[in-house]
C-alpha cells in the first residue's frame, strides 16, 4: 500500500470517536442506569437509533445537521469560518455518532446488572457518591463497559455509509480506509483495495483480541 | 435482614427528587464538557486540515486523464493538487452542502449553472473546455459490432445512474433516440458514477456497458455517435475558499495546449468555441 494516509486517518478518527464515545457513552449509560424516570428508556431510544438505521439515512440526517445548509453547520462556519463536513472533523463526528449508541447501551446494561448491595455497602464505608461509581459500580461493570467500547470502537473504524455523506472522499483530508477501498475498486486498483482490506481486517482483529485479552484479566 | 436495612439507608439519603436533579444537572454539565472536547478536537483537526494541496472536484469520467495531468500540473502556479472524483451531481451535491473544494469540473455544464447560481463560485460562467463522448465496452461475451447488436444481445447493461450522473443521462438519451430505451430498460444496471460502470464491465459482471470513452480509450469500444444524446459539455468553474487563485490558474491551465493534447488523447473534442468567461 503506497499511500497511507487514509490509514493514518482512519486511525486518527476512530481513536478520537472511540474516546469521546467512551467518555461520553460511559457517563450517559450511567444516568440513565441510575434514573427512575420513564424518560430512562425514552432517552435511551433516541441515543441507540443510530443502531437501527441505515447508515445513509443517519449520513443524511447529519449532512442535513452540520452542511452548510444546516443550523449547527452555519453556526459552525460562523465560529471557524470553515465548513464541518467533508472535513476530518466531519469523519470525527460521524463516526463518534455511529460509536455511542454502542458504548451507551451495553455499558448501561452492565451497569444496571451490578449489585446494589455492593454500592451501598461503599456508601456505608463513607464514600462519596463519585467514589463509589467510579470505584465500584464503574469497576464492576467494567467488562461490559470494555465490550461496549470495542463494540463502538469497530463501528467507528468501519464506517462506511455515514462517512461517505458527511465527509465525502478527499484524499488526504477526510478519506478514511474504508472510503479508499472503496474507491480503489471503483478507480480500478485491486492491489490497494486488497492491501487496504487486509489492513483493516487485521486492526479490528488485533483490538478485539487485545480487548477479550483486557476481559480475561479483569475478570480474574 | 441486610436488605432492608440497606433500603432504609438509600431512603435516608436525601429527597430523590432532589437527587435526580443534581444528577442531571452533573449529566449536563459533563455533556457539555464532552462537546466542547469535540470541538477542541475539531479545532486541532482543522488546522491539520489546511494542508497545502489544491482539492479539484472532477467528474469520474476525468478519472484516468486527471490521473496523468496531476504530475504536469506539479511544476506550474497550481501546485499540488488532489482530485475528488465522483459523479457530477454527487460532487454538486457536496459542494451545495460546504464541502471545502476548490475547483468544480463537471461533465454536464447545467450542474456548473447550479452551483455558480447558489453563489458558491468565484466565477459567474462556466468555462467549458472539451467535450465528452460515450463508448460502448463489452465484458468479452458479446461481440462489439454495433451498440444496436450488443444491447440486444447483452444479459444485463451498465450505465451510469441518470439520476446524478451525466453519462448516464446521455446513454439513456442515446438508447431513446436509436429507439432501444423501452426493450432495454429492464436490463439496465445503475452504477454509482461512469468510471464504477467501467468497473462492473471489466470484472466481467456485466456483459456491456455504455461509458465514457475518455476512460476506455486503451480497450476495444465502440464510439457512439455525438449525434444521439446532448453534448456532454465539461465544464469548470472556480469555487470560493482560501485558494481562489491558484484554484483559477488550475482553470486556466485546462485551455492551455498540453491540456488540451492531453484530453485529446483520452478521446475528448477540446475545440469547443470560446465559450464562458473572457
Redesign the interface.
Known sequence: MTDLSPLLVSL?VTI?ATL?AS??GI??AY?LA????RWASVIEAIITVPIVLPPTVLGYYL?TLL???GPI?RAW?GL?G????????GA??AA?VSALPFVVRTSRAAIRQVD??LE?AA??CGLPEREVAIRVTLRVASRGILAGVALGFARALGDFGVTVMVA??????SQTLPVAVY?A????DDTYARNGSLVLAAIALVVLLLLAQLQVRRSR | MVEHHLAKVRVAGSNPVVRSIVKAGRLGVRLLLAGASILVVGGCARSADSSDALVVAAASDLRDAFGELAGELGTTDVGEVTFVFGSSGMLREQILNGAPYDVYVSANVGFVDEVIAAGMSVSAQPTIYAIGSLAVVTSGEVELTSIAAVVTDARRIVIAQPKHAPYGVAAREALQTLGLWDTVESRIVYADNVADAVRIVQSGEVDAGIVARSLVINDPHLVVDSSLHEPLRQAAVVLRGPRESRARAFVDALRTDTVRALMVRYGFDTDVAASGEE
Open positions: 486518527r478520537v469521546v467518555a461520553a457517563t450517559v444516568a441510575k434514573m427512575r424516570s449532512l452542511g452548510s445548509r453547520g462556519e471557524f470553515s465548513p464541518i463536513v467533508f472535513t476530518v472533523t470525527t463526528i463518534t446494589p448491595r451501598e456508601r456505608i465525502g472522499n478527499v484524499p488526504g483530508r474507491d475498486v471503483q478507480a480500478g
